[in-house]
């Protein structure tokens, strides 16, 4: 359907290639090209250094929007979705105030400043589409995702919003 009308298919994923079968589900989708970071070379990796950093799967994308005048990107982070058990944040200035268990607190702002992180990439991706005229998007998401796509809309980029879920959030 979108090779008929001009566009080029990606996937970008930060995680290894042989996680889950995505191979085999990309040739029934008709993907043109995955994109698998974790294998490429010099790519940056995340402050715990477990998976390509935010601002490498937001390189890719901007990289592919300069090369392609119609694309389609289903691109998958991992730094919002792995466990948040590292101790690289500790010592950010973003915090958790409430009173909680130390192992609770140290897993919520671990996760916080993993969002942060993910909001500066993301942000960067925005700011790339405002200059290029790129004035569109199809997010496709959770519930996270969705309040996103609210705030982009809010800052006039239209935005389509398409529910997902893996874990019935």
Do not use: C
Request: net charge negative; charged share 30%.
């Amino acid at each position: 359907f979108l090779r008929e009308r001009g566009y080029t298919t990606f996937t970008v994923h930060a995680d290894p290639s042989y996680m889950y079968s995505r191979w085999q589900v990309y040739q029934y989708l008709h993907i043109d090209r995955p994109i698998w970071l974790y294998e490429q070379r010099g790519v940056p990796f995340d402050i715990a250094l477990r998976f390509p950093a935010d601002r490498a799967l937001v390189d890719a994308i901007i990289d592919i929007s300069q090369n392609h005048r119609r694309f389609f990107v289903f691109a998958f982070p991992n730094s919002t979705h792995t466990p948040y058990d590292y101790d690289q944040y500790l010592d950010s200035d973003l915090d958790v105030r409430d009173p909680m268990s130390e192992p609770a607190r140290k897993e919520l702002k671990t996760y916080v400043n993993a969002l942060r992180t993910a909001d500066r990439a993301l942000g960067k991706l925005l700011d790339h589409f405002r200059r290029e005229g790129i004035d569109a998007l199809v997010a496709v998401g959770g519930d996270g995702t969705l309040t996103i796509d609210h705030e982009l809309h809010r800052n006039e980029l239209r935005v389509i919003g398409v529910p997902k879920t893996i874990d019935n959030d």
